[in-house]
Every structure is written in C-alpha cells, then in structure tokens.
C-alpha cells in the first residue's frame, strides 16, 4: 500500500474510531444521567401517522411532562412540531405539557412486541428540556451489549488507524 493511501486511510479511520467512541460515550453518560436524576413518568406508545416512522426501532411516546413557569422550553422553539404539542396550566406555577418524542439509545433492528401503539412504558425524561427521554432500565432491552458493540467497534476502527499511521510512516 502506498505511503499516501495508507496516511489518508489511517487518519480516517482514526477519526471515524475516536468520534465514535465520543458518542457512545456521550451517550451512555446522557442516558445514565436522564435515568438517575431525570423525572419518573408513564408514557404511552403512540401510533405512527407516518408509515416510514412505524420503521423505526424507537417508538413515538406520549406523555406529560411538568416544567418551571419560567422556563419557554420546547414550546416556544418548536411551537407545534414532534418536540410539545400542547400546553395547559397544570397547577399554579407549572405548565403541564403533552410531550411528543422518541426515547433515547434504541439500536435493535425491530421494535420489541412489548413496544406496540397503546401500550404504556416507564420513562426517565429531563425536566429542563422535556423532549428528552429515556425507557426505564428494566422496560427496554438490554442496552450494555449494543453500546458495548459500538465501542468495540470504534476501537477497532481506532486502533487499525493508528496501525496504518504507523507502518506509513516507518515506510
């Protein structure tokens, strides 16, 4: 292989590697954080309008979610797209909104039975910013041996990388 080619792939796949771990790490941290420290909720899985978003591993769920009078939140930004809604005054001094989302770190290639449109799940959601949310540990699949899966894979990509640098520039 010459010495250009081999340069040129191990810079990309060190950058790929590197940047993927980077996300699964963010991810994990996110989702542990969100489950820890987020509020507890039921949801419920809504049906998909959309015949592409019925695809998708991640359910669409519905579900109220409380946050401070004070903050505009999803709303104001959004103003009616997949983020909120609608917003009513649930007691004084919050706003009760109905939240329209899809929970993070779904990775399967089909959505378990359990995920079908009406049935209700646990969820952990962020109150500061409501559209996110996570499933409950214990009411999606496993998730320790897909984000193990990614990570092996971004410290393979890495460390063939770093190997292609290497004999590049020993040659």
């Not at 792939?9 to 060190?14: D, H």
């Not at 489950?35 to 949801?43: C, E, L, S």
């Not at 004084?92 to 399967?108: A, N, Q």
């Not at 409501?130 to 984000?147: H, I, Q, T, Y």
């Amino acid at each position: 292989m010459e010495t250009t080619t081999a340069t040129v792939g191990g810079l990309i796949l060190a950058l790929f590697g590197g940047a993927l771990l980077f996300w699964c790490a963010a991810e994990v941290r996110l989702r542990h954080r969100v489950r820890r420290r987020g509020v507890p909720t039921v949801a419920t899985v809504v049906a998909e309008s959309d015949p592409h978003g019925g695809l998708d591993s991640a359910p669409l769920l519905s579900y109220s979610a409380s946050v401070q009078a004070g903050y505009a939140g999803p709303a104001a930004v959004r103003a009616g797209a997949a983020g909120t809604a609608a917003a009513a005054t649930a007691a004084p001094g919050r706003i009760g909104e109905l939240v329209l989302t899809r929970p993070r770190g779904r990775t399967p290639l089909r959505r378990p039975a359990g995920l079908s449109p009406g049935a209700s799940v646990r969820i952990a959601y962020d109150p500061r910013r409501p559209g996110l949310a996570v499933l409950a540990a214990e009411e999606g699949p496993r998730a320790v041996v897909a984000d193990l899966l990614w990570a092996t894979l971004g410290l393979v990509c890495l460390s063939a990388g770093a190997l292609l640098l290497v004999a590049a520039s020993s040659a």
